[in-house]
């Protein structure tokens, strides 16, 4: 039960930090990015009366709690939305008009009035039955303890503008947070203290404490547990001990005169007898997290759940083997028995990785209240159409390293569809994940991206920027790789230089109407160089070289610190080369929101340019998106992929290459072989090729978890390859098959194409001159790989004469006419009677 609802009309950080731990607050959806994460907001639609059913079910999905919509879009809404999302927003006059229909459609109605009338409420109440009714009051003076106590008696609850809130004592003109939460709660103590159960994350009950006003307030101004000792009155839990307490939420009982604290608990636990819980000790999965969350700071060496934390490939073995056994098991002992070695290895992974039963638990929360849903279909390796690799091949790392093949001619259309899917891409919540990075940086500039770096690139960093000129010795490379960059650039440069665009469009359209179009370059850019399990200058000049050649006047390079705080001397060298005007120590989501939004030192810029992982991609989605950060992107990324078309000219041992060279990229790689009327002999010796050279690798782990989720299809003819390749839209294209510069034109959608067999991807990753950052995910079909046009932007321009004025000009007026623009016209027939 809640004392009231806040409705968010301003934007304090404290004030809205301490919402938060009350319940949903209710914004209008341009103000989500206000709120602190995680939150599950309540949309307020008094402001979006044109707003469709399927924006309202991405929103929900996206987290929001409920929805509130105006009688005007309740017909089109209810019975698509379910009702225990829906609240019906209604004036006092329009009661009359809600119609069975939509009444049965919502959970809850808003009343808008004037002032707080408790009978009108009680009379609107028995219309809508046992609905909850919530208030919002057009007044002009702040709600006061005594409104919301009536209003709660008659069964509603009082919506209250945060701007009528306050953490400060109550005044004439604000309310108190936790007077407001407290008007309704009763107690039945001689001494008005309140009954407080304390529960972990995850509703485990700890321990009973009693609150006072006084505690209940400064644990909701603070976040941090205070209650009320009966000895020793106010008591901040933890102060002595240091087993402190971080308060997620409070909230009321359903008789208002209990509390709930769900807290995270700091130090040795709870109880005074360091325990987690005063009711005795803890079992089940919550005891199981304490164990393994103990032996991630102190395992005795040797001990196994140490080799599993020291030991991925062997955890990520176990948790594969315990799925495949719980797959297997058919007896419900037998069931219950490998599940629960399934989730003590799940959960090992979880810890290491610093996830908590709490995290997984609010992401089950978050799926269950989605609206829209994927049909659910297993992923091709593990459907019943794949020939998937054997347990010990994929597990353990023994057996030949294998793609899986299908025939083409021989799956439905349902099939060929999957075929063409890559692995889900969960955008929507890896921006719900960067976000609070995002905010960190844009609110609190450099100190916040000294400590995120601190805490992901494990670099203690004093400054984030480096300014050239850049110190000599942070660019020693050794010569081979010294000439082997110059050529990669003096290629590249030809290349791009060859794309510029220098002249200018001048069309006569008309007599005395003339119309131009001209380039310039984006003044600012900054470019995204991930550092990762590789070091990348060649990314560096991919995307520094355009930047260069475009004319761009600031040109920020940022990249990942390595752990001594350096950049790699071969990217300080790129960077020379290219003429950076400064390099970014940061790399993820932090560095992204510094180039959009700018800090102390680091510079704001217009777009942003590179590669990198999801946390990158999703916080380059975000600030685009983002109207106070004014910058755009190169485009969204994925995993980076190849597709190969190889048909019986084919090189078994040139095509295994092209195909590794992708997958050791990581293991979300995506590799394809279109295979084009192979016979079994000659498929096999690309697969025991593959094998061999996979191997021989250092990155061998890497690519044998990328090839066992790969593909090869088998097709008849160049046409029907083509024609698939054109609907996956591979970010790299290899032709290696006959007359393959012939074929080109047939290509329709595709990043970058290597035609015949002497010309391998790696070329065009690093020196022939063509540009490495490239669409992927199919986007192909729609994007263009980075080029120097991409650093420029297009500017139109008119000029128009007193004769092709006349000429024009009563076309424009009569189009303006039609569209009701009258000052239009007006501009126009002005100048024409002067002329006339």
């Not at 929900?60 to 009688?71: Q, S, T, W």
């Not at 009702?83 to 006092?92: K, P, Q, T, Y």
């Not at 891409?425 to 100190?447: A, C, T, Y």
């Not at 996979?694 to 024609?723: C, G, T």
């Amino acid at each position: 039960m809640s004392a009231f609802l806040p409705l968010l009309d301003s934007s304090g950080v404290e004030l809205l930090d301490a919402l938060n731990r009350l319940g949903p607050i209710i914004i209008r959806p341009d103000q989500s990015a206000l709120l602190p994460t995680p939150h599950h907001p309540i949309f307020l639609l008094d402001q979006h009366p044109r707003v469709s059913s399927a924006e309202i079910i991405d929103w929900l999905d996206a987290g929001a709690e409920k929805v509130i919509i105006p009688l005007s879009l309740a017909s089109s809404v209810t019975n698509v939305v379910p009702a225990e999302r829906l609240i019906l927003l209604l004036d006092v006059g329009s009661v009359s008009a809600v119609s069975d229909r939509i009444r049965n459609g919502v959970s809850g109605v808003v009343l808008k009035t004037a002032t707080v009338d408790t009978d009108l409420i009680s009379s609107i109440s028995t219309f809508f039955s046992e609905t909850p009714i919530y208030l919002l009051c057009d007044s002009s003076t702040p709600a006061s303890v005594q409104e919301i106590r009536a209003v709660t008696r008659v069964g509603a609850t009082l919506i209250i503008p945060s701007s009528d809130l306050t953490l400060q004592p109550t005044s004439k003109t604000q309310l108190n947070v936790a007077d407001a939460v407290l008007a309704i709660v009763t107690s039945d103590r001689p001494d008005n203290l309140f009954p407080t159960v304390v529960s972990d994350q995850t509703g485990k009950t700890m321990g009973l404490v009693y609150s006072s006003v006084e505690s209940v307030r400064e644990s909701i101004i603070t976040g941090v547990g205070f209650y009320h000792s009966r000895k020793h009155g106010l008591w901040r839990k933890g102060e002595t001990s240091g087993a402190i307490q971080d308060v997620i939420s409070i909230r009321l009982d359903c008789d208002s005169d209990c509390l709930e604290y769900r807290v995270v608990q700091h130090g040795v636990g709870f109880c005074h007898l360091n325990r987690p819980s005063c009711f005795g000790p803890i079992n089940g999965l919550t005891a199981l997290e304490h164990t393994l969350k103990s032996r991630l700071d102190s395992a005795p060496a040797g001990s196994y759940t140490k080799r599993l934390f020291d030991e991925p490939e062997l955890l990520r073995s176990k948790i594969m083997e315990e799925a495949d056994e719980l797959c297997r098991a058919t007896e419900p002992e037998d069931v219950a028995f490998e599940a629960a070695d399934l989730i003590y290895f799940a959960l090992t992974k979880c810890v290491a990785a610093g996830v908590s039963i709490a995290d997984i638990e609010n992401s089950l929360d978050k799926k269950a209240k989605k609206i829209s849903r994927r049909p659910g279909n297993a992923k091709p390796q593990w459907s019943k159409l794949s020939s998937a690799p054997s347990k010990d091949e994929v597990s353990f790392g023994n057996g030949p390293i294998r793609m899986r093949t299908f025939d083409l001619s021989s799956v439905t259309p349902n099939q060929r569809a999957e075929l063409l899917r890559r692995p889900v891409l969960k955008s929507e919540e890896m921006i719900n994940k960067v976000k609070p990075i995002v905010n960190q940086v844009r609110n609190n500039g450099d100190k916040a991206l000294l400590e995120l770096t601190a805490k992901f690139d494990k670099a203690q960093l004093t400054s984030t920027v480096v300014f050239p000129p850049f110190p000599p010795e942070t660019m020693q490379i050794h010569t081979d790789v010294r000439k082997a960059i110059d050529i990669a650039y003096a290629n590249i440069r030809k290349f791009h230089e060859a794309q510029m665009d220098r002249t200018t469009l001048v069309v006569e359209t008309m007599p005395g109407v003339v119309c131009s179009r001209f380039a310039r370059p984006i003044a600012r850019v900054g470019l995204y160089v991930p550092g990762g399990t590789a070091i990348l200058p060649s990314t560096a000049l991919m995307l520094g070289v355009p930047a260069q050649v475009a004319g761009c006047k600031e040109i920020v390079l940022a990249t990942p610190p390595q752990a001594d705080g350096s950049i790699s001397p071969e990217v300080m060298y790129v960077a020379r080369l290219v003429g950076a005007t400064a390099i970014l120590k940061a790399g993820g989501a932090q560095a992204i929101a510094a180039l959009a939004y700018g800090t102390e030192t680091v510079p704001k810029v217009d777009k942003i340019f590179g590669p990198g992982n999801q946390w990158v991609t999703a916080a380059k989605m975000l600030v685009q998106n983002d109207t106070d950060a004014l910058v755009s992107i190169d485009m969204p990324a994925g995993p980076s992929e190849v597709l190969v078309i190889a048909d019986s000219t084919a090189n078994p041992a040139f095509v295994a290459a092209d195909l590794l060279s992708q997958a050791e990229h990581g293991v979300d790689s995506q590799v394809v072989l279109v295979a084009v009327d192979l016979t079994a002999e000659h498929l096999a010796s690309i697969e025991k090729e593959l094998d061999q050279q996979a191997n021989a690798l250092d990155r061998v782990d890497i690519v044998r978890e990328s090839i066992a989720k790969s593909i090869i299809v088998k097709v008849s003819s160049i046409q029907e390859a083509i024609a698939f390749s054109n609907d996956y839209a591979p970010e790299h294209l290899i032709l290696q098959i006959e007359n393959a510069r012939d074929k080109i034109e047939l290509i329709q959608n595709a990043g970058s194409v290597f035609v015949g067999p002497y010309t391998p991807e790696s070329c065009g990753d690093y020196a022939s001159g063509t540009n490495h950052t490239l669409p992927t995910n199919g986007y192909a079909r729609q994007f263009s790989g980075v080029n120097t046009q991409a650093y420029q932007k297009h500017i139109t321009s008119q000029e128009i004469t007193a004769s092709g004025l006349e000429g024009l000009g009563p076309t424009v007026a009569t189009l303006a006419d039609c569209e009701g623009l009258q000052a239009h016209a007006n501009a126009v027939r002005i100048r024409l009677n002067v002329s006339n």
